[in-house]
């Protein structure tokens, strides 16, 4: 039977990838140089949320199927390896590209010929080519794969099974493999060059972000004006076939699509202008609400509440959530600012009934369940984009 290694398998994409494929009877080993991350792992504790995840981690880990350590050495067993390392964006929002490379020279020593490299993050385009010529050129005869997730961070395990998985290779023969391998775990099979499947990993997440932004930029039209966006909403989508797919407002962000539209637009030689107009309107919002804010109340003088500091409704990870711009432009205009979330680890936040007792204007971040029934004194000033506080569940 194959084995299976995940560079970088103990984060929101690798682990859930590492228990299904373990799940399906797959020796697979988790490698991460995350130390405390892995022996969460190894004690059969998810390190983040993910829904159902728990129990097939034990489950595992227990029957022996899943290991997980921060050496490479392990990764000389294995057959396919999935390297869940991205392409990072740098402060001037262009594409690090050597971010592969440093992984798989860390790993050097422990790769061998005939080895399939299956390269799993969104990547900026030409990626996996680059890779499969410096491992030739390495002097391994190592071959490439790019196969995108696809998931929705928290419900991974389900949309492996429901969603078609994209796979590519620069042959035939590693594609049939690949495929193969797919198979444990999908029904549903895409196949492209991996040129085709960098791209149209990375127009996806643009896509969305620049609906997002479309629908952020009619509500600050609508809002500079007075007018309440959420009857407008109601009359464009309302028995309108060609407007049900139109989002609502909120915030646009996480770690994965203003970073792949912007690498997509440095991909395109900065033409994407479509991708920049879209993160200029999405990064704009938190100050667009704080001025709707000072519209009705004197801030420098009041204290302020944050409710919700996730990137998205259900989740406990915060990375590139807009709730701590938000934040860090409240702390300027506001005497002081509290800050709660139901699933995010921090230690500065605070209790959900003080961020409701002691604000006097509170903006609702993140659209989480447990605020939809919250019941807010009339006094207090609400800055809801999402229209969260006070819908039913």
């Known amino acids: ?186 029904s549903k099979f895409i196949e492209m060059t991996p040129m085709e499947a960098e791209l149209c990993k990375l127009m996806t997440n643009a896509w969305r972000y620049v609906q997002f932004a479309t629908v952020n930029q009619f509500y600050m039209i609508a809002t500079e004006q007075g007018v309440d966006f959420e009857r407008i909403l109601h009359g464009c989508r309302t028995d309108y076939p060609r407007m049900r797919d139109m989002p609502g407002p909120g915030f646009a962000a996480g770690p994965c699509l203003v970073k792949d539209t912007m690498q997509l637009a440095a991909f395109s030689q900065d033409r994407f202008v479509l991708g920049h107009a879209a993160m200029i309107v999405n990064e704009g919002l938190p100050s667009h609400l704080v001025r709707l804010a000072k519209r009705e109340r004197d801030l420098r003088n009041a204290r302020t509440g944050i409710l919700g500091m996730a990137f998205k409704a259900g989740s406990d990870d915060p990375r590139d959530s807009l709730s701590y711009k938000l934040r860090k432009l409240l702390q300027v205009e506001s005497k002081q600012v509290l800050c709660h979330d139901p699933l995010v680890q921090d230690e500065s936040l605070v209790p959900l009934d003080r961020v409701v007792a002691e604000s006097d204007v509170i903006f609702v971040a993140t659209p989480h369940a447990e605020y939809r029934e919250l019941e807010i004194p009339d006094d207090k000033l609400v800055v809801d984009v999402w229209g969260c506080v006070g819908a039913a569940s």
């Open 1 to 186: 039977m194959p084995k299976l290694g995940v560079i970088g398998g103990g984060g929101h994409v690798g682990l859930p990838l590492a228990i299904s494929f373990a799940k399906s009877g797959l020796p697979t080993y988790i490698q991460d140089i995350d130390a405390e991350r892995v022996a969460t792992i190894q004690s059969g504790e998810m390190p983040f949320y993910e829904r159902d995840a728990e129990l097939l981690l034990k489950r595992t880990i227990q029957d022996g199927s899943l290991s997980a350590g921060t050496s490479p050495a392990p990764l000389s067993e294995c057959d396919f390896i999935v390297v869940v390392i991205g392409t990072p964006v740098d402060e001037h929002l262009n594409p690090g590209l050597n971010t592969m490379r440093q992984a798989l020279d860390e790993c050097r020593e422990y790769l061998r010929d005939g080895q399939i490299l299956i390269l799993r993050s969104t990547i900026f385009p030409g990626i996996s080519e680059h890779t499969q010529r410096y491992l030739r050129e390495s002097g391994l005869d190592i071959r490439v794969s790019f196969c995108p997730e696809r998931i929705a961070q928290g419900n991974s395990l389900q949309e492996f099974r429901e969603l078609p998985q994209i796979v590519s290779a620069f042959d035939d023969h590693t594609l049939a493999a690949v495929r193969s391998l797919f198979e444990r775990i999908s």
